[in-house]
C-alpha cells in the first residue's frame, strides 16, 4: 500500500536553473500544475496551499497556473508530459512516478526504515506477525476474512494486491477482492458486503477513490462496515481511520521548500 505525494518533476530543475538569471527577478513566470482530481478536493487545497506559498515568497513573480479534473491527461499522461517539461507540477501517485523516475519511490518508504527491505523484514519479523495476530483477535476474536476495494482501471491495483495478499497470508486472514471503477460499482460493492456480516474493508489508494470519499464513507456508516482509508481527509469526512498523513499539510511544506529553491536570498541573480 503506497501513500499518495507530490511528485517534483525532472523538469523542475530545469525551472530552478532558469529561476537564477537576471531576468527571472523582474518578470512573472507561470508555471503549469497538473492532477487529476476536481478542485473542490484535498489536490485542490494542496495545490492552493503550494501556489499561495510559492507566491508570497517570491514576492508575486512565481505564478501557479492550475488544471484539475485530469485537464492535462491522467497520471500516466501527466508523468510523461513532466519528463518533457510540457508540465512543471503535478500531484500523483508514488507507485506511478517510480515507473517513470525510479527515485520517487523513496517517498513509498515510511521514515521509521531505512529501506524497503527493512520495511519488509520488519513486517515479515514472525515476533512482529504474532503480535499483531494476537492483538487483532484479542480485539476482534471472529475476525478471519477482509475485503479490499481496489480500481481495476488504476495500473497501480494489482501491485497492491501482491502485497495485501502477502500481508493476509502471514496474518491467516482470507482476503476478498472487490473491484470499482465508477460510482455505481462502489455501490454495488458496499451492496454485496452488507451481505457479509462482520467483514472488514481496506479501501486502497487510488485517485478515483479520493475524489469520491464521501460516497464511500457514506456507504461504510450506511451498512456499518468498519473500514480503514488512505489519506486523513477521509476521517474528516467521518471515516473511522486512515493510515496516513494529511495530504495538505505536505504540500504546503512542498511549497515552503520550493520558495526557499527560488528565493533570491537563496539563489542571487548570476550576470552572463
Same mark, same amino acid.
Given at each position: 500500500?503506497?501513500?499518495?505525494?507530490?511528485?517534483?518533476?525532472?523538469?523542475?530543475?530545469?525551472?530552478?536553473?532558469?529561476?537564477?538569471?537576471?531576468?527571472?527577478?523582474?518578470?512573472?513566470?507561470?508555471?503549469?500544475?497538473?492532477?487529476?482530481?476536481?478542485?473542490?478536493?484535498?489536490?485542490?487545497?494542496?495545490?492552493? =496551499?503550494?501556489?499561495?506559498? %510559492?507566491?508570497?515568497?517570491?514576492?508575486?513573480?512565481?505564478?501557479?497556473?492550475?488544471?484539475?479534473?485530469?485537464?492535462?491527461?491522467?497520471?500516466?499522461?501527466?508523468?510523461?508530459?513532466?519528463?518533457?517539461?510540457?508540465?512543471?507540477?503535478?500531484?500523483?501517485? =508514488?507507485?506511478?512516478?517510480?515507473?517513470?523516475?525510479?527515485?520517487?519511490?523513496?517517498?513509498?518508504?515510511?521514515?521509521?526504515?531505512?529501506?524497503?527491505?527493512?520495511?519488509?523484514?520488519?513486517?515479515?519479523?514472525?515476533?512482529?506477525?504474532?503480535?499483531?495476530?494476537?492483538?487483532?483477535?484479542?480485539?476482534?476474536?471472529?475476525?478471519?476474512?477482509?475485503?479490499?476495494?481496489?480500481?481495476?482501471?488504476?495500473?497501480?491495483?494489482?501491485?497492491?494486491?501482491?502485497?495485501?495478499?502477502?500481508?493476509?497470508?502471514? %496474518?491467516?486472514?482470507?482476503?476478498?477482492?472487490?473491484?470499482?471503477?465508477?460510482?455505481?460499482?462502489?455501490?454495488?460493492?458496499?451492496?454485496? %458486503?452488507?451481505?457479509?456480516?462482520?467483514?472488514?474493508?481496506?479501501?486502497?489508494?487510488?485517485?478515483?477513490?479520493?475524489?469520491?470519499?464521501?460516497?464511500?464513507?457514506?456507504?461504510?456508516?450506511?451498512?456499518?462496515?468498519?473500514?480503514?482509508?488512505?489519506?486523513?481527509?477521509?476521517?474528516?469526512?467521518?471515516?473511522?481511520?486512515?493510515?496516513?498523513?494529511?495530504?495538505?499539510?505536505?504540500?504546503?511544506?512542498?511549497?515552503?521548500?520550493?520558495?526557499?529553491?527560488?528565493?533570491?536570498?537563496?539563489?542571487?541573480?548570476?550576470?552572463?
Amino acid at each position: 500500500m503506497r501513500c499518495k505525494t507530490m511528485l517534483f518533476a525532472v523538469a523542475l530543475f530545469g525551472v530552478a536553473a532558469a529561476a537564477g538569471t537576471t531576468t527571472m527577478a523582474a518578470d512573472v513566470r507561470h508555471f503549469s500544475f497538473a492532477y487529476d482530481q476536481p478542485h473542490t478536493t484535498a489536490y485542490g487545497i494542496a495545490a492552493d =496551499t503550494f501556489a499561495n506559498k %510559492l507566491a508570497e515568497l517570491s514576492h508575486g513573480t512565481l505564478v501557479i497556473d492550475q488544471f484539475p479534473g485530469a485537464q492535462l491527461g491522467q497520471e500516466p499522461q501527466v508523468l510523461q508530459k513532466l519528463r518533457t517539461g510540457d508540465v512543471d507540477f503535478a500531484i500523483t501517485s =508514488t507507485a506511478n512516478s517510480a515507473t517513470v523516475q525510479p527515485e520517487s519511490g523513496v517517498f513509498s518508504i515510511h521514515f521509521v526504515f531505512r529501506s524497503e527491505d527493512h520495511l519488509k523484514k520488519a513486517l515479515a519479523d514472525p515476533a512482529v506477525v504474532a503480535a499483531f495476530r494476537d492483538m487483532m483477535h484479542e480485539l476482534v476474536p471472529d475476525a478471519s476474512e477482509i475485503s479490499v476495494l481496489v480500481n481495476p482501471s488504476n495500473p497501480n491495483a494489482e501491485p497492491q494486491l501482491v502485497e495485501l495478499r502477502a500481508a493476509a497470508g502471514m %496474518l491467516r486472514l482470507s482476503l476478498t477482492v472487490l473491484k470499482a471503477s465508477t460510482e455505481d460499482e462502489i455501490a454495488a460493492a458496499f451492496a454485496s %458486503l452488507a451481505q457479509e456480516a462482520g467483514r472488514a474493508l481496506l479501501v486502497a489508494g487510488d485517485t478515483f477513490f479520493n475524489s469520491r470519499r464521501n460516497q464511500l464513507v457514506e456507504r461504510a456508516a450506511r451498512f456499518a462496515v468498519p473500514a480503514i482509508y488512505e489519506f486523513r481527509e477521509y476521517t474528516a469526512t467521518g471515516g473511522l481511520m486512515s493510515y496516513a498523513s494529511r495530504l495538505a499539510d505536505s504540500y504546503h511544506q512542498a511549497g515552503v521548500y520550493t520558495g526557499r529553491i527560488f528565493s533570491p536570498a537563496q539563489n542571487p541573480p548570476t550576470s552572463r
